[in-house]
Protein backbone atom coordinates (compact mmCIF):
# COMPACT_ATOMS: atom_id res chain seq x y z
CA UNK A 1 0.00 0.00 0.00
CA UNK A 2 1.38 3.85 -0.99
CA UNK A 3 2.33 5.33 2.20
CA UNK A 4 0.80 8.71 2.94
CA UNK A 5 2.39 11.66 4.03
CA UNK A 6 1.63 13.69 6.88
CA UNK A 7 -0.38 16.12 5.03
CA UNK A 8 -1.59 14.18 2.03
CA UNK A 9 -2.48 16.11 -1.07
CA UNK A 10 -6.28 15.84 -2.21
CA UNK A 11 -8.08 16.10 -5.38
CA UNK A 12 -11.93 17.56 -6.76
CA UNK A 13 -12.98 17.24 -9.84
CA UNK A 14 -16.02 19.49 -10.70
CA UNK A 15 -17.79 18.15 -14.02
CA UNK A 16 -20.21 20.20 -15.84
CA UNK A 17 -22.25 18.54 -18.30
CA UNK A 18 -22.63 19.67 -22.10
CA UNK A 19 -21.29 23.02 -21.32
CA UNK A 20 -18.42 25.31 -23.70
CA UNK A 21 -16.98 28.43 -21.81
CA UNK A 22 -19.79 30.71 -21.04
CA UNK A 23 -18.20 32.18 -18.36
CA UNK A 24 -16.99 35.38 -17.74
CA UNK A 25 -13.19 34.45 -17.03
CA UNK A 26 -13.26 33.19 -20.36
CA UNK A 27 -14.48 36.79 -21.88
CA UNK A 28 -18.38 36.17 -21.92
CA UNK A 29 -20.02 39.57 -20.72
CA UNK A 30 -23.24 37.68 -20.61
CA UNK A 31 -22.27 35.22 -17.97
CA UNK A 32 -22.74 35.07 -14.45
CA UNK A 33 -20.08 33.12 -13.20
CA UNK A 34 -18.35 34.69 -9.81
CA UNK A 35 -17.40 31.60 -7.99
CA UNK A 36 -15.82 29.67 -11.41
CA UNK A 37 -14.31 33.23 -12.49
CA UNK A 38 -12.79 33.02 -8.58
CA UNK A 39 -11.69 29.62 -8.98
CA UNK A 40 -9.83 31.14 -12.32
CA UNK A 41 -8.75 33.95 -10.02
CA UNK A 42 -6.95 31.92 -7.75
CA UNK A 43 -5.57 28.96 -10.41
CA UNK A 44 -4.93 28.70 -13.76
CA UNK A 45 -7.31 28.84 -17.04
CA UNK A 46 -6.42 26.49 -19.83
CA UNK A 47 -8.51 27.46 -23.19
CA UNK A 48 -7.63 24.91 -25.23
CA UNK A 49 -8.32 22.27 -23.69
CA UNK A 50 -10.89 19.44 -25.56
CA UNK A 51 -12.49 16.11 -25.41
CA UNK A 52 -12.04 12.76 -27.10
CA UNK A 53 -15.87 12.63 -28.05
CA UNK A 54 -18.22 15.17 -28.21
CA UNK A 55 -20.96 13.42 -26.29
CA UNK A 56 -20.78 12.17 -22.74
CA UNK A 57 -20.37 8.76 -22.09
CA UNK A 58 -17.70 7.51 -24.81
CA UNK A 59 -16.17 11.01 -23.26
CA UNK A 60 -16.84 9.92 -19.32
CA UNK A 61 -15.20 6.01 -20.09
CA UNK A 62 -12.01 7.55 -21.37
CA UNK A 63 -11.54 10.03 -18.45
CA UNK A 64 -12.12 7.23 -15.78
CA UNK A 65 -10.14 4.87 -17.44
CA UNK A 66 -7.68 7.06 -19.37
CA UNK A 67 -7.58 5.16 -22.61
CA UNK A 68 -9.67 6.16 -25.25
CA UNK A 69 -13.67 4.87 -25.77
CA UNK A 70 -12.28 3.40 -29.25
CA UNK A 71 -9.80 1.10 -27.66
CA UNK A 72 -12.34 -0.20 -25.71
CA UNK A 73 -15.42 -0.82 -27.64
CA UNK A 74 -17.39 1.93 -25.72
CA UNK A 75 -17.21 4.59 -28.76
CA UNK A 76 -20.83 4.63 -29.62
CA UNK A 77 -23.66 6.68 -27.71
CA UNK A 78 -24.65 4.60 -25.82
CA UNK A 79 -23.75 0.60 -26.10
CA UNK A 80 -27.27 -0.19 -24.67
CA UNK A 81 -29.03 1.49 -27.00
CA UNK A 82 -27.89 0.72 -30.55
CA UNK A 83 -29.12 0.21 -33.75
CA UNK A 84 -28.91 -3.27 -34.65
CA UNK A 85 -30.26 -5.83 -32.13
CA UNK A 86 -33.95 -7.45 -31.47
CA UNK A 87 -35.99 -5.73 -28.72
CA UNK A 88 -37.02 -8.23 -27.45
CA UNK A 89 -33.43 -8.76 -25.76
CA UNK A 90 -33.94 -5.60 -23.83
CA UNK A 91 -37.71 -6.46 -22.77
CA UNK A 92 -36.19 -9.82 -21.51
CA UNK A 93 -34.44 -7.79 -18.87
CA UNK A 94 -30.80 -7.54 -20.91
CA UNK A 95 -29.23 -4.91 -23.04
CA UNK A 96 -27.42 -5.51 -25.83
CA UNK A 97 -23.66 -5.24 -24.71
CA UNK A 98 -21.46 -2.89 -23.27
CA UNK A 99 -18.25 -1.68 -23.34
CA UNK A 100 -15.36 -4.64 -22.36
CA UNK A 101 -12.28 -2.75 -21.44
CA UNK A 102 -8.75 -4.74 -22.13
CA UNK A 103 -8.32 -6.82 -18.96
CA UNK A 104 -5.72 -4.79 -17.53
CA UNK A 105 -7.65 -1.92 -17.47
CA UNK A 106 -8.85 -0.30 -14.40
CA UNK A 107 -10.55 2.91 -13.52
CA UNK A 108 -8.55 5.55 -12.25
CA UNK A 109 -10.49 5.27 -8.73
CA UNK A 110 -9.99 2.00 -8.04
CA UNK A 111 -6.13 2.63 -7.92
CA UNK A 112 -6.50 5.09 -5.38
CA UNK A 113 -9.21 3.40 -3.30
CA UNK A 114 -6.20 0.16 -3.09
CA UNK A 115 -3.87 3.22 -2.01
CA UNK A 116 -6.21 4.41 0.77
CA UNK A 117 -7.79 7.20 -1.14
CA UNK A 118 -11.70 7.89 0.09
CA UNK A 119 -13.63 8.15 -3.53
CA UNK A 120 -16.46 9.35 -4.28
CA UNK A 121 -19.02 10.23 -7.23
CA UNK A 122 -22.01 12.73 -6.98
CA UNK A 123 -24.15 12.66 -9.56
CA UNK A 124 -23.60 10.67 -13.32
CA UNK A 125 -21.13 8.09 -13.71
CA UNK A 126 -22.45 6.68 -17.40
CA UNK A 127 -19.45 4.61 -18.94
CA UNK A 128 -20.83 2.97 -21.41
CA UNK A 129 -20.36 0.20 -19.08
CA UNK A 130 -22.01 -0.79 -15.81
CA UNK A 131 -19.88 0.87 -13.05
CA UNK A 132 -17.63 -1.42 -11.48
CA UNK A 133 -18.30 -1.68 -8.15
CA UNK A 134 -14.62 -1.31 -7.12
CA UNK A 135 -14.56 2.35 -8.64
CA UNK A 136 -15.90 4.14 -5.56
CA UNK A 137 -16.57 4.22 -2.18
CA UNK A 138 -19.73 5.93 -2.66
CA UNK A 139 -22.06 6.24 -5.72
CA UNK A 140 -24.83 7.85 -6.24
CA UNK A 141 -27.04 9.75 -9.24
CA UNK A 142 -29.30 10.91 -6.76
CA UNK A 143 -29.71 11.15 -3.14
CA UNK A 144 -28.82 12.97 -0.38
CA UNK A 145 -25.59 15.59 -1.25
CA UNK A 146 -23.82 14.66 1.49
CA UNK A 147 -23.96 10.65 1.18
CA UNK A 148 -21.12 10.84 -1.42
CA UNK A 149 -19.03 13.90 -0.10
CA UNK A 150 -15.44 14.27 1.14
CA UNK A 151 -17.14 14.88 4.72
CA UNK A 152 -18.47 11.30 4.23
CA UNK A 153 -15.51 9.27 4.71
CA UNK A 154 -14.57 7.71 8.15
CA UNK A 155 -11.91 9.14 9.05
CA UNK A 156 -11.28 13.16 8.52
CA UNK A 157 -7.49 12.99 8.33
CA UNK A 158 -7.86 9.99 5.07
CA UNK A 159 -7.18 11.59 1.78
CA UNK A 160 -9.65 11.63 -0.66
CA UNK A 161 -11.02 11.98 -4.20
CA UNK A 162 -14.04 13.20 -4.79
CA UNK A 163 -15.99 13.95 -7.80
CA UNK A 164 -19.27 16.86 -8.45
CA UNK A 165 -21.31 16.17 -11.52
CA UNK A 166 -22.91 19.06 -12.31
CA UNK A 167 -26.04 17.85 -14.31
CA UNK A 168 -28.16 21.60 -14.68
CA UNK A 169 -26.16 22.66 -18.17
CA UNK A 170 -27.25 19.21 -19.67
CA UNK A 171 -28.86 19.76 -23.55
CA UNK A 172 -32.12 18.60 -22.11
CA UNK A 173 -32.02 21.39 -19.56
CA UNK A 174 -32.19 24.08 -22.58
CA UNK A 175 -35.89 22.74 -23.66
CA UNK A 176 -38.44 24.63 -22.39
CA UNK A 177 -40.03 22.42 -20.43
CA UNK A 178 -37.30 22.71 -18.23
CA UNK A 179 -36.34 25.98 -17.81
CA UNK A 180 -35.52 27.63 -14.66
CA UNK A 181 -36.69 31.14 -14.07
CA UNK A 182 -35.59 33.45 -16.55
CA UNK A 183 -32.53 36.37 -15.76
CA UNK A 184 -30.57 35.79 -19.26
CA UNK A 185 -32.46 37.98 -21.90
CA UNK A 186 -32.64 36.28 -25.35
CA UNK A 187 -31.76 40.04 -26.69
CA UNK A 188 -27.99 39.59 -25.10
CA UNK A 189 -27.22 36.41 -26.44
CA UNK A 190 -25.09 35.71 -29.87
CA UNK A 191 -26.57 33.37 -32.09
CA UNK A 192 -22.97 31.42 -33.82
CA UNK A 193 -23.18 31.45 -37.23
CA UNK A 194 -24.24 27.56 -37.79
CA UNK A 195 -27.41 28.33 -36.05
CA UNK A 196 -30.48 29.87 -37.38
CA UNK A 197 -30.93 33.69 -35.56
CA UNK A 198 -35.11 33.15 -34.59
CA UNK A 199 -36.76 33.72 -31.17
CA UNK A 200 -37.13 30.49 -29.60
CA UNK A 201 -32.96 29.44 -30.88
CA UNK A 202 -31.69 33.02 -28.86
CA UNK A 203 -34.28 32.21 -25.66
CA UNK A 204 -32.58 28.23 -25.96
CA UNK A 205 -28.82 29.88 -25.67
CA UNK A 206 -30.48 32.26 -22.64
CA UNK A 207 -31.59 29.06 -21.04
CA UNK A 208 -28.27 27.83 -21.31
CA UNK A 209 -26.47 30.90 -19.49
CA UNK A 210 -28.97 30.59 -16.49
CA UNK A 211 -28.42 26.96 -16.38
CA UNK A 212 -24.81 27.91 -15.92
CA UNK A 213 -25.64 30.44 -13.54
CA UNK A 214 -27.09 27.82 -12.00
CA UNK A 215 -24.08 25.36 -11.52
CA UNK A 216 -21.95 28.02 -10.80
CA UNK A 217 -24.19 28.22 -7.24
CA UNK A 218 -22.58 24.86 -6.59
CA UNK A 219 -18.90 25.24 -7.68
CA UNK A 220 -19.49 28.21 -4.86
CA UNK A 221 -20.91 25.64 -2.42
CA UNK A 222 -17.83 23.09 -3.07
CA UNK A 223 -15.38 25.60 -2.72
CA UNK A 224 -16.61 27.45 0.68
CA UNK A 225 -17.27 23.59 1.87
CA UNK A 226 -13.09 23.25 1.05
CA UNK A 227 -12.34 26.68 3.58
CA UNK A 228 -14.67 25.30 6.12
CA UNK A 229 -13.08 22.32 6.69
CA UNK A 230 -9.44 23.95 6.03
CA UNK A 231 -8.81 21.50 3.54
CA UNK A 232 -8.22 24.12 0.25
CA UNK A 233 -4.50 24.73 0.72
CA UNK A 234 -4.24 21.04 0.09
CA UNK A 235 -6.28 20.37 -2.10
CA UNK A 236 -6.73 20.47 -5.95
CA UNK A 237 -9.47 21.82 -7.83
CA UNK A 238 -10.38 20.71 -11.45
CA UNK A 239 -13.31 22.08 -13.11
CA UNK A 240 -13.80 21.04 -16.56
CA UNK A 241 -16.88 19.45 -19.02
CA UNK A 242 -17.39 16.37 -20.59
CA UNK A 243 -17.84 18.07 -23.96
CA UNK A 244 -18.81 21.13 -25.79
CA UNK A 245 -22.27 22.90 -25.18
CA UNK A 246 -25.97 20.64 -26.11
CA UNK A 247 -26.67 23.25 -29.41
CA UNK A 248 -26.77 21.92 -33.09
CA UNK A 249 -23.53 21.61 -34.54
CA UNK A 250 -21.88 21.69 -31.38
CA UNK A 251 -22.53 18.84 -29.37
CA UNK A 252 -21.94 15.33 -31.47
CA UNK A 253 -19.82 17.35 -34.04
CA UNK A 254 -16.39 17.43 -34.56
CA UNK A 255 -15.68 20.82 -34.24
CA UNK A 256 -14.36 23.65 -31.46
CA UNK A 257 -18.34 24.05 -30.61
CA UNK A 258 -18.76 19.98 -29.80
CA UNK A 259 -15.18 19.02 -28.46
CA UNK A 260 -13.36 22.91 -26.67
CA UNK A 261 -14.41 22.24 -22.69
CA UNK A 262 -13.69 25.01 -19.96
CA UNK A 263 -10.75 23.60 -17.83
CA UNK A 264 -9.47 25.12 -14.62
CA UNK A 265 -7.02 23.91 -12.15
CA UNK A 266 -6.58 25.89 -8.48
CA UNK A 267 -3.46 24.37 -6.75
CA UNK A 268 -2.47 26.82 -4.41
CA UNK A 269 0.80 27.90 -4.25
CA UNK A 270 1.30 25.11 -7.35
CA UNK A 271 -0.33 26.80 -9.87
CA UNK A 272 0.12 30.62 -11.17
CA UNK A 273 -3.07 32.42 -9.84
CA UNK A 274 -4.87 34.23 -12.51
CA UNK A 275 -2.96 32.92 -15.88
CA UNK A 276 -3.99 31.59 -19.09
CA UNK A 277 -2.08 28.73 -19.96
CA UNK A 278 -2.50 28.46 -23.92
CA UNK A 279 -1.34 24.82 -23.92
CA UNK A 280 -3.18 21.79 -25.75
CA UNK A 281 -4.81 19.48 -23.13
CA UNK A 282 -7.11 16.67 -24.25
CA UNK A 283 -9.48 15.56 -21.40
CA UNK A 284 -7.30 12.44 -21.53
CA UNK A 285 -4.76 14.01 -19.79
CA UNK A 286 -6.87 14.66 -16.29
CA UNK A 287 -6.62 10.93 -14.99
CA UNK A 288 -2.94 11.03 -15.99
CA UNK A 289 -2.53 14.55 -14.11
CA UNK A 290 -4.45 13.17 -11.31
CA UNK A 291 -2.08 10.07 -10.90
CA UNK A 292 0.70 12.37 -10.99
CA UNK A 293 0.26 14.76 -8.90
CA UNK A 294 -0.81 12.20 -6.42
CA UNK A 295 2.68 10.01 -6.56
CA UNK A 296 1.56 7.14 -8.71
CA UNK A 297 3.23 5.58 -11.75
CA UNK A 298 1.34 6.19 -14.80
CA UNK A 299 0.41 3.08 -16.38
CA UNK A 300 2.46 2.19 -19.75
CA UNK A 301 -0.67 2.58 -21.99
CA UNK A 302 -2.47 5.44 -20.64
CA UNK A 303 -3.57 7.81 -23.46
CA UNK A 304 -2.96 11.03 -21.85
CA UNK A 305 -0.01 12.74 -19.99
CA UNK A 306 0.41 15.12 -16.83
CA UNK A 307 0.00 18.84 -17.97
CA UNK A 308 0.45 20.43 -14.87
CA UNK A 309 3.28 19.43 -12.11
CA UNK A 310 6.43 18.50 -12.18
CA UNK A 311 6.08 15.58 -14.77
CA UNK A 312 3.85 17.33 -17.33
CA UNK A 313 4.45 16.59 -20.99
CA UNK A 314 3.75 19.04 -24.00
CA UNK A 315 0.79 18.09 -26.19
CA UNK A 316 0.88 18.54 -30.06
CA UNK A 317 -2.11 17.95 -31.09
CA UNK A 318 -5.76 16.57 -29.62
CA UNK A 319 -7.43 13.86 -30.98
CA UNK A 320 -11.72 13.29 -30.82
CA UNK A 321 -13.85 10.72 -32.24
CA UNK A 322 -17.43 10.75 -33.06
CA UNK A 323 -19.51 7.43 -33.77
CA UNK A 324 -23.06 6.20 -33.42
CA UNK A 325 -25.35 8.95 -32.02
CA UNK A 326 -28.90 6.87 -30.71
CA UNK A 327 -29.84 5.28 -34.42
CA UNK A 328 -27.55 7.63 -36.32
CA UNK A 329 -24.35 6.28 -37.54
CA UNK A 330 -21.54 8.18 -38.15
CA UNK A 331 -17.69 7.53 -38.32
CA UNK A 332 -15.64 10.69 -38.08
CA UNK A 333 -12.29 11.19 -36.58
CA UNK A 334 -10.49 14.83 -35.92
CA UNK A 335 -6.84 15.98 -34.97
CA UNK A 336 -6.65 19.59 -33.20
CA UNK A 337 -3.52 21.41 -33.69
CA UNK A 338 -2.79 24.79 -32.01
CA UNK A 339 -3.69 26.34 -35.43
CA UNK A 340 -5.75 23.40 -37.55
CA UNK A 341 -8.26 21.47 -37.01
CA UNK A 342 -8.52 18.48 -39.78
CA UNK A 343 -11.50 15.80 -39.74
CA UNK A 344 -11.91 12.94 -41.94
CA UNK A 345 -15.85 11.63 -42.18
CA UNK A 346 -15.79 8.17 -43.06
CA UNK A 347 -19.57 8.09 -44.29
CA UNK A 348 -19.04 11.74 -46.50
CA UNK A 349 -22.55 12.40 -48.47
CA UNK A 350 -24.26 12.02 -45.51
CA UNK A 351 -26.50 15.30 -44.29
CA UNK A 352 -24.96 16.71 -40.97
CA UNK A 353 -28.58 16.61 -39.24
CA UNK A 354 -29.60 12.90 -39.35
CA UNK A 355 -33.18 12.15 -37.65
CA UNK A 356 -32.56 11.78 -34.05
CA UNK A 357 -35.52 12.05 -31.48
CA UNK A 358 -33.93 13.75 -29.01
CA UNK A 359 -31.90 16.37 -30.72
CA UNK A 360 -35.32 16.89 -32.49
CA UNK A 361 -36.83 18.13 -29.57
CA UNK A 362 -34.24 21.16 -29.61
CA UNK A 363 -35.72 24.69 -29.90
CA UNK A 364 -32.84 25.29 -32.05
CA UNK A 365 -33.16 21.81 -34.16
CA UNK A 366 -36.45 23.44 -34.79
CA UNK A 367 -35.23 26.31 -35.71
CA UNK A 368 -33.24 24.75 -38.47
CA UNK A 369 -36.22 22.17 -39.69
CA UNK A 370 -38.11 25.13 -40.22
CA UNK A 371 -35.47 26.72 -42.49
CA UNK A 372 -34.95 23.48 -44.18
CA UNK A 373 -38.57 23.52 -45.13
CA UNK A 374 -39.25 27.07 -46.13
CA UNK A 375 -35.97 26.78 -48.18
CA UNK A 376 -33.87 29.45 -46.16
CA UNK A 377 -31.18 27.32 -44.98
CA UNK A 378 -27.64 28.15 -45.64
CA UNK A 379 -24.36 25.90 -46.46
CA UNK A 380 -23.62 25.00 -42.78
CA UNK A 381 -26.94 23.44 -42.34
CA UNK A 382 -27.66 21.79 -45.72
CA UNK A 383 -23.85 21.19 -46.93
CA UNK A 384 -23.33 16.83 -46.34
CA UNK A 385 -20.15 16.00 -45.14
CA UNK A 386 -17.10 16.35 -47.08
CA UNK A 387 -14.57 13.50 -47.26
CA UNK A 388 -12.13 15.88 -45.35
CA UNK A 389 -12.58 19.19 -43.69
CA UNK A 390 -10.03 21.59 -42.66
CA UNK A 391 -10.12 24.59 -40.88
CA UNK A 392 -7.86 27.42 -39.71
CA UNK A 393 -9.07 27.98 -36.13
CA UNK A 394 -7.50 31.35 -35.67
CA UNK A 395 -8.90 33.25 -38.52
CA UNK A 396 -12.06 31.16 -38.66
CA UNK A 397 -13.06 30.37 -34.79
CA UNK A 398 -16.34 28.63 -35.74
CA UNK A 399 -14.84 26.48 -38.04
CA UNK A 400 -17.15 27.35 -41.58
CA UNK A 401 -14.77 27.86 -43.87
CA UNK A 402 -13.47 24.34 -45.57
CA UNK A 403 -10.14 24.80 -46.72
CA UNK A 404 -9.32 21.52 -47.76
CA UNK A 405 -9.47 21.98 -51.02
CA UNK A 406 -7.72 25.44 -51.04
CA UNK A 407 -4.06 24.17 -53.36
CA UNK A 408 -1.78 26.43 -50.57
CA UNK A 409 -3.40 24.46 -47.51
CA UNK A 410 -2.11 20.95 -49.17
CA UNK A 411 0.85 20.63 -46.75
CA UNK A 412 -1.02 21.09 -43.75
CA UNK A 413 -3.69 18.60 -45.06
CA UNK A 414 -0.98 15.75 -45.65
CA UNK A 415 0.39 16.67 -42.36
CA UNK A 416 -2.36 16.23 -40.39
CA UNK A 417 -4.07 13.40 -42.39
CA UNK A 418 -0.73 11.71 -41.51
CA UNK A 419 -0.71 12.45 -38.50
CA UNK A 420 -4.65 11.14 -37.11
CA UNK A 421 -3.57 7.86 -38.83
CA UNK A 422 -1.24 7.31 -36.70
CA UNK A 423 -3.11 7.81 -34.29
CA UNK A 424 -5.54 5.07 -35.60
CA UNK A 425 -3.11 2.64 -36.06
CA UNK A 426 -2.95 2.60 -32.21
CA UNK A 427 -6.14 3.71 -30.84
CA UNK A 428 -8.70 3.10 -33.13
CA UNK A 429 -8.94 -0.65 -33.49
CA UNK A 430 -12.42 -1.10 -34.23
CA UNK A 431 -13.18 1.55 -36.87
CA UNK A 432 -13.80 -0.86 -39.50
CA UNK A 433 -15.84 -2.92 -37.18
CA UNK A 434 -19.51 -3.42 -37.53
CA UNK A 435 -21.03 -2.63 -34.31
CA UNK A 436 -23.02 -5.78 -34.28
CA UNK A 437 -19.76 -7.33 -34.30
CA UNK A 438 -18.87 -5.78 -31.43
CA UNK A 439 -21.76 -6.40 -29.54
CA UNK A 440 -21.21 -10.08 -30.26
CA UNK A 441 -17.25 -10.10 -29.34
CA UNK A 442 -18.59 -8.67 -26.18
CA UNK A 443 -21.72 -10.38 -25.38
CA UNK A 444 -21.71 -14.03 -27.14
CA UNK A 445 -25.33 -14.23 -28.34
CA UNK A 446 -26.71 -11.82 -26.14
CA UNK A 447 -25.24 -12.75 -22.69
CA UNK A 448 -23.45 -10.78 -20.76
CA UNK A 449 -20.49 -12.88 -19.04
CA UNK A 450 -20.06 -14.25 -15.76
CA UNK A 451 -17.19 -13.29 -13.46
CA UNK A 452 -16.12 -16.42 -11.84
CA UNK A 453 -16.80 -16.53 -7.72
CA UNK A 454 -13.22 -16.19 -5.91
CA UNK A 455 -11.22 -18.81 -5.01
CA UNK A 456 -9.66 -19.38 -1.42
CA UNK A 457 -6.19 -20.67 -1.16
CA UNK A 458 -4.90 -21.21 2.52
CA UNK A 459 -1.68 -21.18 3.66
CA UNK A 460 -0.56 -22.78 6.76
CA UNK A 461 2.26 -24.14 8.94
CA UNK A 462 1.05 -27.45 7.23
CA UNK A 463 0.66 -26.63 3.95
CA UNK A 464 2.99 -23.80 2.77
CA UNK A 465 2.18 -24.78 -0.53
CA UNK A 466 -1.24 -23.41 -0.40
CA UNK A 467 -4.34 -25.28 -0.98
CA UNK A 468 -8.28 -24.45 -2.65
CA UNK A 469 -10.68 -24.37 0.20
CA UNK A 470 -14.09 -25.01 -0.93
CA UNK A 471 -16.36 -24.95 2.76
CA UNK A 472 -15.91 -23.53 5.76
CA UNK A 473 -12.02 -23.06 7.73
CA UNK A 474 -11.50 -24.43 11.05
CA UNK A 475 -8.17 -24.89 12.49
CA UNK A 476 -5.11 -23.47 14.08
CA UNK A 477 -4.07 -20.19 13.57
CA UNK A 478 -2.22 -17.98 11.85
CA UNK A 479 -3.28 -18.58 8.66
CA UNK A 480 -2.91 -16.86 4.87
CA UNK A 481 -5.67 -16.05 2.95
CA UNK A 482 -5.23 -16.18 -0.92
CA UNK A 483 -7.69 -14.77 -2.83
CA UNK A 484 -8.05 -15.46 -6.86
CA UNK A 485 -10.40 -15.11 -9.38
CA UNK A 486 -9.55 -17.30 -12.54
CA UNK A 487 -11.55 -14.51 -15.17
CA UNK A 488 -8.67 -12.57 -16.16
CA UNK A 489 -8.47 -9.12 -15.22
CA UNK A 490 -11.51 -9.61 -12.57
CA UNK A 491 -11.02 -7.30 -9.31
CA UNK A 492 -11.47 -9.13 -6.29
CA UNK A 493 -13.02 -7.86 -3.05
CA UNK A 494 -13.55 -8.78 0.09
CA UNK A 495 -15.52 -7.53 3.46
CA UNK A 496 -15.61 -9.37 7.14
CA UNK A 497 -19.01 -7.92 7.77
CA UNK A 498 -22.00 -7.63 5.31
CA UNK A 499 -22.59 -3.68 6.15
CA UNK A 500 -19.00 -3.32 5.78
CA UNK A 501 -17.74 -1.52 2.67
CA UNK A 502 -16.01 -3.76 0.21
CA UNK A 503 -12.31 -3.91 0.60
CA UNK A 504 -10.06 -4.37 -3.02
CA UNK A 505 -7.69 -6.92 -2.47
CA UNK A 506 -3.78 -7.01 -3.40
CA UNK A 507 -2.13 -9.20 -0.83
CA UNK A 508 -2.25 -11.84 0.92
CA UNK A 509 -4.89 -11.75 4.52
CA UNK A 510 -3.30 -13.23 7.40
CA UNK A 511 -6.00 -14.09 10.33
CA UNK A 512 -4.66 -14.78 13.86
CA UNK A 513 -7.01 -16.68 16.08
CA UNK A 514 -10.69 -16.04 16.50
CA UNK A 515 -14.34 -16.64 14.73
CA UNK A 516 -15.54 -14.26 11.59
CA UNK A 517 -16.90 -14.48 8.42
CA UNK A 518 -15.32 -13.53 5.53
CA UNK A 519 -17.09 -11.97 2.04
CA UNK A 520 -15.93 -12.44 -2.02
CA UNK A 521 -16.96 -10.85 -4.86
CA UNK A 522 -15.19 -10.27 -8.03
CA UNK A 523 -16.11 -8.12 -11.23
CA UNK A 524 -14.24 -8.09 -14.66
CA UNK A 525 -15.61 -4.64 -15.76
CA UNK A 526 -17.92 -4.82 -18.62
CA UNK A 527 -18.50 -8.96 -17.11
CA UNK A 528 -21.51 -10.00 -14.70
CA UNK A 529 -20.41 -9.28 -11.37
CA UNK A 530 -19.48 -12.67 -9.53
CA UNK A 531 -21.56 -14.24 -6.70
CA UNK A 532 -20.72 -13.21 -3.33
CA UNK A 533 -19.10 -16.32 -1.85
CA UNK A 534 -19.12 -16.64 2.31
CA UNK A 535 -16.78 -18.42 4.84
CA UNK A 536 -16.89 -18.95 8.31
CA UNK A 537 -13.37 -19.36 9.11
CA UNK A 538 -12.67 -20.50 12.99
CA UNK A 539 -9.29 -20.38 14.25
CA UNK A 540 -7.71 -21.46 17.36
CA UNK A 541 -4.78 -20.39 18.51
CA UNK A 542 -1.50 -22.55 17.94
Known amino acids: MKEMSKAPLNVIWISLEDTSPRFGCYGDTVARTPNIDRLAAEGTRFPNAFSPAPVCSPSRLAVITGRYATEQGGHHMRTTAYANYDASVEAAGRTPYCAVPYAHVKCLTETLRSAGYFCTNNGKTDYNMPTPFAAWDRNRNNGPWEETHWRARPDPEQPFFAVFNLESSHESCMWPE ?8 PADVEVPPFLVDTPETRAAIARQYDNIAYNDEFVGRILSELEEDGLAKNTVVFLWSDHGEGLPRAKRFLYDSGTRVPMIVRWPGKVLEGVTNERLVSLLDLPATTMSLLGFPLPADYSGAPFIGPAERPRE ?4 HADRFDADYLKNRSVRT ?19 DYRGRHDAMRAIRAAQIRGETTPAIDTPFPPEELFDVVEDPHQMNNLAAVPAMQDVLLELRERLEQWQLRHDPYLNTPEAEIAQRFWPGGVQPDTLTPQVVLYDLDCLEGRVVDQDINGPGPVLL ?6 EGATVAYRFHPEAPWTIYREALRLEAGDRSIELCAERYGFKTSPVRTLKIQLSAS
Not at 178 to 185: D, I, S
Open 317 to 320: ACFS
Open 178 to 185: KALPAQTH
Open 482 to 487: QLHCLT
Open 338 to 356: ERYRYIRNYYDGRERYGHM
